[in-house]
Protein backbone atom coordinates (compact mmCIF):
# COMPACT_ATOMS: atom_id res chain seq x y z
CA UNK A 1 0.00 0.00 0.00
CA UNK A 2 1.10 3.27 -0.93
CA UNK A 3 1.74 5.90 1.96
CA UNK A 4 0.84 9.64 0.94
CA UNK A 5 4.46 11.12 1.82
CA UNK A 6 4.16 13.78 4.51
CA UNK A 7 4.67 17.61 2.72
CA UNK A 8 8.14 19.34 3.14
CA UNK A 9 7.31 21.72 5.30
CA UNK A 10 6.80 19.85 9.06
CA UNK A 11 3.17 21.14 10.56
CA UNK A 12 5.13 22.50 13.45
CA UNK A 13 6.56 24.88 11.15
CA UNK A 14 3.22 26.54 10.11
CA UNK A 15 1.46 26.19 13.15
CA UNK A 16 0.71 29.95 14.78
CA UNK A 17 3.21 30.69 17.58
CA UNK A 18 0.20 31.04 19.90
CA UNK A 19 -1.36 27.48 19.51
CA UNK A 20 1.88 26.39 19.63
CA UNK A 21 3.04 28.40 23.39
CA UNK A 22 -0.83 26.93 24.12
CA UNK A 23 0.18 23.52 23.68
CA UNK A 24 3.42 23.55 25.76
CA UNK A 25 1.10 25.07 28.59
CA UNK A 26 -0.97 22.20 28.27
CA UNK A 27 2.12 19.31 28.44
CA UNK A 28 3.42 21.35 31.42
CA UNK A 29 -0.25 21.51 33.03
CA UNK A 30 -0.61 17.78 32.29
CA UNK A 31 2.48 17.04 34.57
CA UNK A 32 0.77 19.41 36.98
CA UNK A 33 -2.04 17.18 37.17
CA UNK A 34 0.17 14.42 37.88
CA UNK A 35 1.78 16.35 41.13
CA UNK A 36 -2.06 17.12 42.37
CA UNK A 37 -3.03 13.47 41.36
CA UNK A 38 0.13 12.71 43.48
CA UNK A 39 -1.43 14.38 46.37
CA UNK A 40 -4.63 12.64 45.83
CA UNK A 41 -3.35 9.74 46.18
CA UNK A 42 -4.24 8.95 49.88
CA UNK A 43 -7.55 9.29 48.63
CA UNK A 44 -10.46 6.69 47.74
CA UNK A 45 -12.84 6.04 45.68
CA UNK A 46 -13.99 7.87 42.59
CA UNK A 47 -13.77 11.27 44.35
CA UNK A 48 -9.89 10.32 44.15
CA UNK A 49 -10.21 10.02 40.65
CA UNK A 50 -11.47 13.10 40.06
CA UNK A 51 -9.71 15.22 42.29
CA UNK A 52 -6.48 14.39 39.84
CA UNK A 53 -6.18 18.45 38.96
CA UNK A 54 -7.44 18.61 35.74
CA UNK A 55 -6.15 21.40 33.82
CA UNK A 56 -7.47 23.34 30.71
CA UNK A 57 -6.43 22.76 27.44
CA UNK A 58 -7.03 26.81 25.66
CA UNK A 59 -8.16 27.76 22.17
CA UNK A 60 -8.99 24.21 21.15
CA UNK A 61 -10.09 24.23 17.68
CA UNK A 62 -13.77 23.14 16.86
CA UNK A 63 -13.89 19.97 14.41
CA UNK A 64 -16.68 20.16 11.38
CA UNK A 65 -16.56 15.79 12.29
CA UNK A 66 -17.97 16.72 15.51
CA UNK A 67 -21.68 15.37 15.96
CA UNK A 68 -24.44 17.57 17.50
CA UNK A 69 -25.88 15.66 19.55
CA UNK A 70 -25.29 16.86 23.50
CA UNK A 71 -22.36 15.27 24.99
CA UNK A 72 -22.41 13.27 28.30
CA UNK A 73 -21.84 14.34 31.71
CA UNK A 74 -18.10 14.94 33.10
CA UNK A 75 -19.27 12.28 35.72
CA UNK A 76 -20.53 9.58 33.74
CA UNK A 77 -17.59 9.84 31.12
CA UNK A 78 -15.45 9.62 34.17
CA UNK A 79 -17.28 7.28 36.06
CA UNK A 80 -18.41 4.17 33.93
CA UNK A 81 -15.64 2.79 32.20
CA UNK A 82 -14.42 -0.14 30.85
CA UNK A 83 -10.44 -0.51 31.83
CA UNK A 84 -9.68 -3.95 32.59
CA UNK A 85 -6.29 -3.25 33.41
CA UNK A 86 -7.62 -1.66 37.16
CA UNK A 87 -10.36 -4.38 37.46
CA UNK A 88 -13.67 -5.52 35.67
CA UNK A 89 -16.09 -3.10 37.46
CA UNK A 90 -17.28 -0.26 35.42
CA UNK A 91 -16.03 1.93 38.93
CA UNK A 92 -13.02 0.13 39.29
CA UNK A 93 -11.45 2.44 36.87
CA UNK A 94 -12.14 5.58 38.90
CA UNK A 95 -11.37 4.01 42.38
CA UNK A 96 -7.98 2.35 40.93
CA UNK A 97 -6.31 4.14 38.24
CA UNK A 98 -4.82 6.90 40.53
CA UNK A 99 -2.19 4.57 41.16
CA UNK A 100 -0.89 4.67 37.60
CA UNK A 101 2.19 6.96 37.33
CA UNK A 102 2.19 9.05 33.56
CA UNK A 103 4.45 11.00 33.90
CA UNK A 104 7.11 10.83 32.99
CA UNK A 105 5.62 8.77 29.69
CA UNK A 106 7.27 7.99 26.25
CA UNK A 107 5.80 5.58 23.45
CA UNK A 108 7.77 3.55 21.58
CA UNK A 109 7.49 4.28 17.62
CA UNK A 110 8.84 1.44 15.57
CA UNK A 111 8.57 -1.45 12.59
CA UNK A 112 8.47 -1.00 9.39
CA UNK A 113 9.02 2.80 8.53
CA UNK A 114 11.91 4.84 7.15
CA UNK A 115 12.41 6.95 10.90
CA UNK A 116 14.99 5.29 13.24
CA UNK A 117 12.91 3.43 15.91
CA UNK A 118 12.63 5.58 19.26
CA UNK A 119 11.64 5.90 22.44
CA UNK A 120 10.03 9.60 22.17
CA UNK A 121 8.82 11.75 24.72
CA UNK A 122 5.02 12.16 25.20
CA UNK A 123 6.08 15.78 24.96
CA UNK A 124 8.14 15.65 21.91
CA UNK A 125 5.05 13.13 20.25
CA UNK A 126 2.74 15.83 20.79
CA UNK A 127 4.31 19.35 20.39
CA UNK A 128 3.78 19.04 16.30
CA UNK A 129 -0.10 18.18 16.18
CA UNK A 130 -2.62 21.27 16.66
CA UNK A 131 -4.88 20.02 19.26
CA UNK A 132 -8.97 20.09 18.42
CA UNK A 133 -12.18 19.22 19.69
CA UNK A 134 -13.82 16.16 18.51
CA UNK A 135 -17.46 15.49 19.80
CA UNK A 136 -17.82 11.36 19.04
CA UNK A 137 -20.58 9.01 19.44
CA UNK A 138 -18.80 5.57 21.88
CA UNK A 139 -20.53 3.01 21.13
CA UNK A 140 -19.03 0.15 23.51
CA UNK A 141 -19.83 -3.98 22.56
CA UNK A 142 -21.98 -4.12 25.40
CA UNK A 143 -24.79 -1.95 24.08
CA UNK A 144 -24.62 1.38 25.87
CA UNK A 145 -23.12 4.47 23.90
CA UNK A 146 -21.89 8.06 25.31
CA UNK A 147 -21.05 11.18 23.75
CA UNK A 148 -17.59 12.67 24.46
CA UNK A 149 -15.91 15.61 23.74
CA UNK A 150 -13.01 14.03 22.85
CA UNK A 151 -9.80 16.18 22.52
CA UNK A 152 -7.03 15.21 20.25
CA UNK A 153 -5.75 15.50 16.79
CA UNK A 154 -6.01 12.35 13.83
CA UNK A 155 -3.91 9.83 13.80
CA UNK A 156 -2.69 9.72 10.47
CA UNK A 157 -1.03 13.49 10.86
CA UNK A 158 1.24 11.41 13.40
CA UNK A 159 1.89 8.28 11.62
CA UNK A 160 2.79 10.55 8.67
CA UNK A 161 5.55 11.93 10.95
CA UNK A 162 7.65 8.55 11.00
CA UNK A 163 6.90 7.74 7.23
CA UNK A 164 6.18 3.87 7.43
CA UNK A 165 6.84 1.61 4.12
CA UNK A 166 4.60 0.04 2.17
CA UNK A 167 5.32 -2.98 3.86
CA UNK A 168 3.36 -0.99 7.00
CA UNK A 169 -0.17 -2.90 6.32
CA UNK A 170 -1.14 -2.59 9.94
CA UNK A 171 -0.26 -0.30 12.71
CA UNK A 172 0.18 -2.52 16.04
CA UNK A 173 -0.90 -0.79 19.52
CA UNK A 174 -0.06 -1.72 23.20
CA UNK A 175 -1.03 -0.47 26.73
CA UNK A 176 1.28 0.19 28.90
CA UNK A 177 1.99 -2.99 31.14
CA UNK A 178 2.66 -2.75 35.11
CA UNK A 179 1.34 -4.58 36.95
CA UNK A 180 2.29 -2.59 40.17
CA UNK A 181 0.30 0.24 39.36
CA UNK A 182 -2.13 -1.68 37.35
CA UNK A 183 -4.29 -4.03 39.28
CA UNK A 184 -6.13 -5.88 37.29
CA UNK A 185 -2.61 -6.96 35.40
CA UNK A 186 -2.27 -9.14 38.47
CA UNK A 187 -5.06 -11.29 37.77
CA UNK A 188 -5.14 -13.32 33.95
CA UNK A 189 -8.51 -11.51 32.80
CA UNK A 190 -6.77 -10.72 29.23
CA UNK A 191 -3.58 -11.53 28.10
CA UNK A 192 -1.57 -8.44 29.33
CA UNK A 193 -0.08 -5.96 27.78
CA UNK A 194 -3.71 -5.31 26.07
CA UNK A 195 -3.01 -4.99 22.19
CA UNK A 196 -5.41 -3.19 19.74
CA UNK A 197 -4.76 -2.93 15.65
CA UNK A 198 -6.01 -0.83 12.80
CA UNK A 199 -5.52 -1.44 9.45
CA UNK A 200 -3.19 1.16 7.64
CA UNK A 201 -5.93 3.07 5.71
CA UNK A 202 -8.52 2.73 8.87
CA UNK A 203 -5.81 4.38 10.82
CA UNK A 204 -4.96 6.78 8.65
CA UNK A 205 -8.86 7.83 8.27
CA UNK A 206 -9.27 11.39 9.38
CA UNK A 207 -11.88 10.13 12.17
CA UNK A 208 -9.80 8.01 13.47
CA UNK A 209 -7.53 10.51 16.45
CA UNK A 210 -5.82 10.25 19.11
CA UNK A 211 -7.08 12.09 22.14
CA UNK A 212 -5.32 13.81 25.00
CA UNK A 213 -7.93 15.50 26.41
CA UNK A 214 -11.97 15.34 26.88
CA UNK A 215 -14.15 18.21 28.05
CA UNK A 216 -11.26 20.55 27.19
CA UNK A 217 -9.26 19.65 30.22
CA UNK A 218 -6.35 16.45 30.14
CA UNK A 219 -7.51 12.85 30.22
CA UNK A 220 -8.33 11.04 33.54
CA UNK A 221 -6.42 8.19 34.20
CA UNK A 222 -9.54 5.65 34.22
CA UNK A 223 -10.43 7.38 30.26
CA UNK A 224 -6.53 6.42 29.05
CA UNK A 225 -4.05 8.92 30.17
CA UNK A 226 -2.34 10.55 28.84
CA UNK A 227 -2.57 9.35 25.33
CA UNK A 228 -5.50 7.04 23.82
CA UNK A 229 -6.83 6.43 20.31
CA UNK A 230 -10.50 6.51 19.23
CA UNK A 231 -12.09 4.89 16.46
CA UNK A 232 -15.65 6.34 16.87
CA UNK A 233 -17.05 3.79 13.91
CA UNK A 234 -15.46 0.70 16.03
CA UNK A 235 -16.73 -0.63 19.14
CA UNK A 236 -15.08 1.05 21.94
CA UNK A 237 -12.71 -1.60 22.91
CA UNK A 238 -10.85 -0.99 19.88
CA UNK A 239 -10.03 2.39 21.62
CA UNK A 240 -7.01 1.05 23.23
CA UNK A 241 -6.04 3.46 25.96
CA UNK A 242 -2.62 4.62 27.66
CA UNK A 243 -0.50 4.05 24.58
CA UNK A 244 3.06 2.90 25.15
CA UNK A 245 3.38 1.33 21.70
CA UNK A 246 2.91 2.03 18.27
CA UNK A 247 4.00 -0.42 15.49
CA UNK A 248 4.02 -0.89 11.74
CA UNK A 249 3.48 -3.96 10.73
CA UNK A 250 3.20 -6.02 7.70
CA UNK A 251 0.63 -8.56 9.19
CA UNK A 252 -2.56 -7.97 10.61
CA UNK A 253 -1.66 -8.33 14.72
CA UNK A 254 -4.02 -10.23 17.09
CA UNK A 255 -6.06 -8.02 19.40
CA UNK A 256 -6.34 -8.93 22.87
CA UNK A 257 -10.31 -9.61 22.50
CA UNK A 258 -9.61 -11.49 19.63
CA UNK A 259 -7.17 -13.37 21.33
CA UNK A 260 -9.53 -13.83 24.37
CA UNK A 261 -12.59 -14.78 22.81
CA UNK A 262 -12.39 -15.26 19.02
CA UNK A 263 -15.74 -16.73 18.14
CA UNK A 264 -16.90 -13.25 19.35
CA UNK A 265 -14.71 -10.44 19.12
CA UNK A 266 -12.86 -9.81 15.70
CA UNK A 267 -10.41 -7.61 13.83
CA UNK A 268 -12.17 -5.10 12.35
CA UNK A 269 -15.25 -4.54 15.01
CA UNK A 270 -17.16 -2.39 13.38
CA UNK A 271 -20.29 -1.18 14.95
CA UNK A 272 -23.04 -3.24 12.93
CA UNK A 273 -26.59 -3.42 14.39
CA UNK A 274 -26.59 -6.39 11.60
CA UNK A 275 -24.39 -9.12 13.34
CA UNK A 276 -25.20 -10.14 16.07
CA UNK A 277 -22.71 -11.37 19.63
CA UNK A 278 -23.83 -14.13 21.54
CA UNK A 279 -23.89 -11.29 24.51
CA UNK A 280 -25.28 -8.20 23.54
CA UNK A 281 -28.23 -7.15 21.11
CA UNK A 282 -26.43 -4.93 18.38
CA UNK A 283 -29.34 -3.91 17.26
CA UNK A 284 -30.34 -1.39 19.89
CA UNK A 285 -28.27 0.30 22.74
CA UNK A 286 -28.52 2.44 25.76
CA UNK A 287 -27.68 5.88 25.01
CA UNK A 288 -26.18 6.33 29.19
CA UNK A 289 -28.61 9.14 30.62
CA UNK A 290 -31.47 8.26 28.59
CA UNK A 291 -34.69 5.82 29.14
CA UNK A 292 -35.35 4.79 25.87
CA UNK A 293 -33.40 2.21 23.87
CA UNK A 294 -31.95 3.57 20.75
CA UNK A 295 -31.37 1.78 17.66
CA UNK A 296 -27.98 1.11 16.47
CA UNK A 297 -27.07 2.73 13.84
CA UNK A 298 -24.17 1.39 10.92
CA UNK A 299 -20.60 2.30 11.79
CA UNK A 300 -22.40 4.03 14.74
CA UNK A 301 -23.50 6.81 12.10
CA UNK A 302 -20.26 6.93 10.87
CA UNK A 303 -21.55 5.33 7.56
CA UNK A 304 -20.70 8.03 5.28
CA UNK A 305 -17.24 8.64 6.23
CA UNK A 306 -16.37 5.18 6.53
CA UNK A 307 -18.30 2.81 4.26
CA UNK A 308 -15.71 3.08 1.57
CA UNK A 309 -13.18 1.68 3.55
CA UNK A 310 -15.27 -1.74 3.70
CA UNK A 311 -16.39 -1.99 -0.22
CA UNK A 312 -16.45 -5.83 -1.18
CA UNK A 313 -15.99 -7.25 2.24
CA UNK A 314 -18.07 -9.59 3.88
CA UNK A 315 -18.91 -7.91 7.04
CA UNK A 316 -20.36 -11.01 8.67
CA UNK A 317 -17.08 -12.94 8.12
CA UNK A 318 -15.25 -9.88 9.36
CA UNK A 319 -16.63 -9.06 12.51
CA UNK B 1 -39.56 -24.11 69.30
CA UNK B 2 -42.98 -23.38 66.65
CA UNK B 3 -43.12 -19.84 69.58
CA UNK B 4 -40.24 -18.67 68.63
CA UNK B 5 -39.92 -19.35 64.92
CA UNK B 6 -43.73 -17.55 65.01
CA UNK B 7 -41.64 -14.55 66.35
CA UNK B 8 -38.69 -14.36 64.23
CA UNK B 9 -40.25 -14.91 61.02
CA UNK B 10 -41.34 -11.34 60.64
CA UNK B 11 -37.72 -10.01 61.30
CA UNK B 12 -36.48 -12.71 58.64
CA UNK B 13 -38.96 -11.09 56.35
CA UNK B 14 -37.81 -7.90 56.55
CA UNK B 15 -34.40 -8.92 56.28
CA UNK B 16 -35.59 -10.24 52.63
CA UNK B 17 -36.66 -6.74 52.08
CA UNK B 18 -33.14 -5.25 53.02
CA UNK B 19 -31.81 -5.74 49.10
CA UNK B 20 -34.73 -3.82 47.70
CA UNK B 21 -34.46 -1.03 50.32
CA UNK B 22 -30.78 -0.45 49.55
CA UNK B 23 -31.31 -0.61 45.98
CA UNK B 24 -34.49 2.19 46.63
CA UNK B 25 -31.99 4.02 48.84
CA UNK B 26 -29.89 4.40 45.95
CA UNK B 27 -32.45 5.49 43.35
CA UNK B 28 -33.39 7.93 46.01
CA UNK B 29 -30.16 9.58 46.70
CA UNK B 30 -28.98 9.18 42.83
CA UNK B 31 -26.49 6.56 43.25
CA UNK B 32 -27.09 3.99 41.14
CA UNK B 33 -24.05 4.55 38.63
CA UNK B 34 -24.21 6.25 35.12
CA UNK B 35 -26.22 3.44 34.14
CA UNK B 36 -28.96 2.70 36.81
CA UNK B 37 -30.75 -0.01 34.74
CA UNK B 38 -28.29 -2.12 34.28
CA UNK B 39 -27.36 -1.51 37.37
CA UNK B 40 -30.47 -2.66 39.01
CA UNK B 41 -30.86 -5.24 36.53
CA UNK B 42 -27.62 -6.43 38.08
CA UNK B 43 -28.78 -6.07 41.54
CA UNK B 44 -31.95 -7.83 41.14
CA UNK B 45 -30.40 -10.95 39.59
CA UNK B 46 -27.80 -11.44 42.10
CA UNK B 47 -30.64 -11.61 44.47
CA UNK B 48 -32.57 -13.92 43.10
CA UNK B 49 -29.26 -16.20 42.64
CA UNK B 50 -28.62 -15.74 46.23
CA UNK B 51 -32.60 -16.18 47.41
CA UNK B 52 -32.82 -19.59 45.18
CA UNK B 53 -29.49 -20.77 46.97
CA UNK B 54 -30.78 -19.80 50.23
CA UNK B 55 -34.42 -21.41 49.57
CA UNK B 56 -32.45 -24.49 48.68
CA UNK B 57 -30.01 -24.68 51.16
CA UNK B 58 -32.87 -25.20 53.31
CA UNK B 59 -33.40 -28.82 53.31
CA UNK B 60 -29.95 -29.78 53.31
CA UNK B 61 -29.27 -27.13 56.58
CA UNK B 62 -31.71 -29.37 58.33
CA UNK B 63 -31.13 -32.63 57.30
CA UNK B 64 -26.92 -32.45 58.20
CA UNK B 65 -27.30 -30.08 61.52
CA UNK B 66 -30.58 -31.43 62.06
CA UNK B 67 -32.39 -27.63 62.11
CA UNK B 68 -36.04 -28.58 61.92
CA UNK B 69 -37.36 -25.45 62.31
CA UNK B 70 -35.33 -24.05 59.11
CA UNK B 71 -37.83 -25.82 57.03
CA UNK B 72 -40.27 -23.32 58.37
CA UNK B 73 -38.75 -20.26 56.45
CA UNK B 74 -37.78 -22.38 53.01
CA UNK B 75 -41.09 -21.15 51.32
CA UNK B 76 -40.65 -17.41 52.63
CA UNK B 77 -36.99 -17.74 51.19
CA UNK B 78 -38.10 -19.24 47.75
CA UNK B 79 -40.85 -16.05 47.25
CA UNK B 80 -38.59 -14.00 48.08
CA UNK B 81 -36.41 -15.73 45.26
CA UNK B 82 -39.10 -15.03 43.13
CA UNK B 83 -40.06 -11.62 44.02
CA UNK B 84 -36.17 -11.07 43.01
CA UNK B 85 -37.15 -12.61 39.75
CA UNK B 86 -39.77 -10.54 39.05
CA UNK B 87 -38.09 -7.51 39.74
CA UNK B 88 -35.25 -8.70 37.76
CA UNK B 89 -37.30 -9.64 34.97
CA UNK B 90 -39.68 -6.32 34.91
CA UNK B 91 -36.91 -4.19 34.81
CA UNK B 92 -35.58 -6.29 31.65
CA UNK B 93 -39.07 -5.86 30.04
CA UNK B 94 -39.83 -2.30 30.85
CA UNK B 95 -36.72 0.07 32.13
CA UNK B 96 -34.26 -1.48 29.51
CA UNK B 97 -36.81 -2.44 26.33
CA UNK B 98 -39.75 -0.83 27.32
CA UNK B 99 -42.31 -3.50 25.49
CA UNK B 100 -40.19 -3.33 22.65
CA UNK B 101 -41.34 -7.36 22.30
CA UNK B 102 -39.47 -7.58 18.73
CA UNK B 103 -36.12 -6.74 19.96
CA UNK B 104 -36.70 -8.96 22.94
CA UNK B 105 -38.04 -11.78 21.21
CA UNK B 106 -34.78 -11.38 19.43
CA UNK B 107 -32.88 -10.90 22.57
CA UNK B 108 -34.59 -14.27 24.17
CA UNK B 109 -34.17 -16.36 20.79
CA UNK B 110 -30.80 -15.35 19.28
CA UNK B 111 -29.05 -15.19 23.18
CA UNK B 112 -28.27 -18.00 25.21
CA UNK B 113 -28.13 -16.42 28.00
CA UNK B 114 -31.36 -14.93 27.84
CA UNK B 115 -33.14 -17.94 26.74
CA UNK B 116 -31.57 -19.48 29.58
CA UNK B 117 -32.63 -16.38 32.36
CA UNK B 118 -35.90 -16.64 30.52
CA UNK B 119 -36.36 -19.90 30.98
CA UNK B 120 -35.64 -20.38 34.40
CA UNK B 121 -38.23 -17.55 35.15
CA UNK B 122 -40.91 -19.25 33.32
CA UNK B 123 -40.42 -22.25 35.88
CA UNK B 124 -40.53 -20.23 39.05
CA UNK B 125 -44.13 -19.06 38.24
CA UNK B 126 -45.52 -22.12 38.58
CA UNK B 127 -43.84 -22.42 41.78
CA UNK B 128 -44.45 -19.44 43.00
CA UNK B 129 -48.44 -19.82 42.49
CA UNK B 130 -48.92 -23.34 44.04
CA UNK B 131 -46.78 -22.09 47.08
CA UNK B 132 -49.96 -21.64 49.01
CA UNK B 133 -51.22 -24.34 51.65
CA UNK B 134 -54.61 -24.51 49.89
CA UNK B 135 -52.63 -25.37 45.98
CA UNK B 136 -50.54 -28.10 48.36
CA UNK B 137 -53.64 -29.92 49.28
CA UNK B 138 -54.96 -29.49 46.17
CA UNK B 139 -51.84 -31.31 44.22
CA UNK B 140 -51.40 -33.56 46.87
CA UNK B 141 -47.97 -33.79 48.44
CA UNK B 142 -46.63 -36.15 46.04
CA UNK B 143 -47.58 -34.03 42.97
CA UNK B 144 -46.57 -30.59 44.68
CA UNK B 145 -43.31 -32.12 45.35
CA UNK B 146 -41.94 -33.52 41.88
CA UNK B 147 -43.30 -30.26 40.53
CA UNK B 148 -41.65 -28.26 42.98
CA UNK B 149 -38.31 -29.92 41.67
CA UNK B 150 -38.48 -27.46 39.11
CA UNK B 151 -36.34 -25.58 41.74
CA UNK B 152 -33.47 -27.55 40.99
CA UNK B 153 -33.71 -26.76 37.08
CA UNK B 154 -34.72 -23.25 37.76
CA UNK B 155 -31.55 -22.83 39.84
CA UNK B 156 -29.63 -24.73 37.02
CA UNK B 157 -31.20 -22.12 34.36
CA UNK B 158 -30.04 -19.03 36.47
CA UNK B 159 -26.62 -19.91 37.51
CA UNK B 160 -26.05 -21.08 33.84
CA UNK B 161 -27.40 -17.56 32.65
CA UNK B 162 -24.96 -15.64 34.86
CA UNK B 163 -22.07 -18.09 33.50
CA UNK B 164 -23.05 -16.84 30.02
CA UNK B 165 -23.44 -13.32 30.29
CA UNK B 166 -20.38 -12.82 31.60
CA UNK B 167 -17.50 -11.32 29.52
CA UNK B 168 -14.23 -13.28 30.74
CA UNK B 169 -14.34 -12.84 34.53
CA UNK B 170 -16.18 -16.35 35.17
CA UNK B 171 -15.23 -16.69 39.00
CA UNK B 172 -18.52 -15.33 40.44
CA UNK B 173 -21.05 -17.63 38.73
CA UNK B 174 -18.74 -20.36 39.09
CA UNK B 175 -19.11 -19.70 42.88
CA UNK B 176 -22.58 -19.95 42.20
CA UNK B 177 -22.32 -22.81 40.66
CA UNK B 178 -19.71 -24.42 43.44
CA UNK B 179 -22.85 -23.73 45.97
CA UNK B 180 -25.58 -24.71 43.31
CA UNK B 181 -23.54 -28.20 43.54
CA UNK B 182 -23.07 -28.74 47.25
CA UNK B 183 -26.54 -27.95 47.70
CA UNK B 184 -27.82 -30.58 45.41
CA UNK B 185 -24.76 -33.32 45.86
CA UNK B 186 -25.95 -32.68 49.87
CA UNK B 187 -29.07 -34.05 48.61
CA UNK B 188 -28.19 -36.50 46.44
CA UNK B 189 -26.06 -38.09 49.17
CA UNK B 190 -29.31 -37.98 51.36
CA UNK B 191 -31.06 -39.80 48.85
CA UNK B 192 -28.26 -42.96 48.04
CA UNK B 193 -26.50 -43.45 51.19
CA UNK B 194 -25.97 -46.54 51.83
CA UNK B 195 -28.39 -47.26 54.81
CA UNK B 196 -27.77 -49.86 57.85
CA UNK B 197 -31.25 -50.84 57.96
CA UNK B 198 -32.51 -54.32 56.44
CA UNK B 199 -34.45 -54.32 53.18
CA UNK B 200 -37.37 -55.62 54.81
CA UNK B 201 -37.23 -52.15 57.13
CA UNK B 202 -37.19 -49.97 53.78
CA UNK B 203 -40.89 -49.91 52.43
CA UNK B 204 -42.09 -49.22 56.15
CA UNK B 205 -39.44 -46.12 56.54
CA UNK B 206 -41.03 -44.62 53.61
CA UNK B 207 -43.42 -42.11 54.86
CA UNK B 208 -42.11 -41.42 57.86
CA UNK B 209 -38.48 -40.50 56.23
CA UNK B 210 -40.77 -38.48 53.53
CA UNK B 211 -42.25 -36.66 56.93
CA UNK B 212 -39.74 -35.41 58.13
CA UNK B 213 -37.96 -34.76 54.70
CA UNK B 214 -41.02 -32.32 54.02
CA UNK B 215 -42.40 -30.79 57.54
CA UNK B 216 -44.13 -27.88 55.71
CA UNK B 217 -45.94 -29.57 52.58
CA UNK B 218 -47.38 -32.25 55.63
CA UNK B 219 -47.89 -29.09 58.26
CA UNK B 220 -50.07 -27.94 55.26
CA UNK B 221 -51.46 -31.04 54.17
CA UNK B 222 -52.75 -31.55 57.94
CA UNK B 223 -54.10 -28.41 58.09
CA UNK B 224 -55.98 -29.02 55.41
CA UNK B 225 -57.49 -32.11 56.59
CA UNK B 226 -58.48 -31.30 59.90
CA UNK B 227 -59.94 -28.10 58.58
CA UNK B 228 -62.12 -30.61 55.66
CA UNK B 229 -65.52 -31.70 57.06
CA UNK B 230 -64.89 -35.43 55.31
CA UNK B 231 -64.00 -38.69 55.51
CA UNK B 232 -60.28 -36.96 55.70
CA UNK B 233 -61.53 -35.03 59.20
CA UNK B 234 -59.70 -35.53 62.49
CA UNK B 235 -57.25 -38.53 60.95
Same mark, same amino acid.
Given at each position: ???? @????? %??????????? *???????????????????????????????????????? +????????? &?????????????????????????????????? &???? %?????????????? /??????????????? $???????????????????????? *???????? +??? +???? /???????????? %??????????? $???????????????????????????????????????????????? @?????????????????????????? &?????? %?????????????????? @???????????????????? +??? | ???????????????????????? #?????? =???????????????? #??????????? !????????????????????????????????????????????????? =?? !???????????????????????????????????????????????????????????? =????????????????? !??????????????????????????????????????????????????
Amino acid at each position: MLIR @QAPDI %RSSEITPERLY *RNRREFIRTASGAVAGAIAAGTGFGPEAGRLRAQKPIPDL +RKSPLSTDE &PPNSFDDITTYNNFYEFGLDKGDPARYSHEMTID &PWSV %RVEGEMNKPAADVP /LETLLRPHPLEERIY $RLRCVEAWSMVVPWVGFPLGDLIK *RFEPTSRA +RYV +RFET /LYRPSEMRGQRG %RSLDWPYVEGL $RMDEAMHPLAILAVGVYGKTLLNQQGAPLRLVVPWKYGFKSIKSIVKI @QFVEDQPRNSWNVAIPNEYGFYSNVN &PEVNHP %RWSQASERRIGSFFRMRT @QMFNGYRDQVAGLYDGMDLR +RNY | MDMSVRRVKPWVFAACLIPLGMLL #WRAFTG =DLSANPIEFITHRTGD #WTLRFLLIALA !VTPLRRVFGWPWAAAFRRMFGLFAFFYALLHFSTYLVLDFFFAFDLILD =DI !VERRYVTAGFAGFVLLVPLAVTSTNAMIRRLGGGRWRRLHRLAYVAAIAGVVHYLWLVKI =DIRPPLAYAAVLALLLG !VRLWFRFRPRPAAAGAESRAARPRIASREPVVNAALRRGRSKAAGPLAGS
